[in-house]
């Protein structure tokens, strides 16, 4: 069964430090990888996804890695802002053939001006 | 380009009551899938539909069921409600052939009360 832990649980900083999150999960055998953002009581927004074959995803000031032997990813975030204040998520997709997400239970990020 | 919809937003029941939550996937896609979110939590997969058959489901009861339709929108209903059934539900949706990037997109939820 795969497990998901994602640390630190909670962070906060001030604006424009340069933030990493980590994301660690027990079995390898994934399809890809999802980052998201969620803002308190709203859905979840996609940031990036990683297939397995990739080491590297980059939107703007994010920058996400993936080391599937590990069971690792990380969420670089450069110059944060009090906008990127939200709950993070990691989300490994399962190779079943299913697209199914399992999530842990993210990090809460507060930047303040 | 509308993406995921669900709706109600937000709704109350009491405890023993059936509720339908509805969900009309991004332009596009085929595929949707059913979370719920306790608070506090991350997401936990209720089940997957595709050419309107389940086609997987995670650890929840029979109360809990499904229904997509041929424009590939899909329902979920819940049956006897139980106060631990207060959750924001979440619908994703996937899929397209050529252009299935395995990328999911959510909705902004439903948030059910259970009183």
């Known amino acids: 069964k795969q497990e998901v832990t994602q640390i630190p649980a909670a962070l906060s900083v001030p604006e424009g430090e340069n933030l990493v999150l980590n994301c660690s999960f027990t079995?390898?055998?994934?399809?890809?990888l999802q980052w998201f953002r969620q803002d308190p009581g709203k859905g979840l927004t996609s940031l990036l996804l990683?297939?397995?074959?990739?080491r590297e995803q980059t939107s703007g000031r994010l920058n996400a890695s993936l080391d599937k032997s590990s069971g690792r990813s990380t969420l670089y975030i450069a110059a944060s802002q009090p906008g990127d204040s939200a709950t993070y998520l990691c989300?490994?997709?399962?190779?079943?053939?299913?697209?199914?997400?399992?999530f842990g239970t993210g990090t809460r990020l507060l930047v303040s001006p | 380009d509308a993406g995921v919809t669900q709706s109600p937003t937000h709704l109350i029941k009491t405890r023993g009551q059936q509720v339908t939550l509805r969900c009309s996937p991004k332009?596009?896609?085929?595929?949707v899938s059913w979370y719920q979110q306790a608070l506090g939590q991350g997401p936990q997969f209720i089940f997957q539909?595709?050419?309107?058959?389940?086609?997987q489901r995670g650890n929840f009861p029979d109360r809990f069921s499904g229904h997509q339709f041929p424009n590939y929108s899909s329902e979920l209903n819940v049956n006897a409600l139980l106060l631990g059934d207060s959750a924001l539900y979440l619908c994703?949706?996937?899929?397209?052939?050529?252009?299935?990037?395995?990328?999911?997109?959510f909705g902004e939820g439903s948030r059910l009360t259970v009183l």
């Open positions: 994703a949706s996937s899929g397209g052939g050529l252009t299935n990037t395995g990328e999911l997109f």
């Open positions: 079995d390898s055998a994934i399809y890809n």
């Open positions: 539909y595709y050419e309107e058959e389940e086609r």
């Open positions: 332009s596009g896609h085929d595929t």
């Open positions: 990683i297939q397995s074959s990739q």
């Open positions: 989300a490994p997709v399962m190779n079943t053939g299913f697209q199914k997400l399992v």
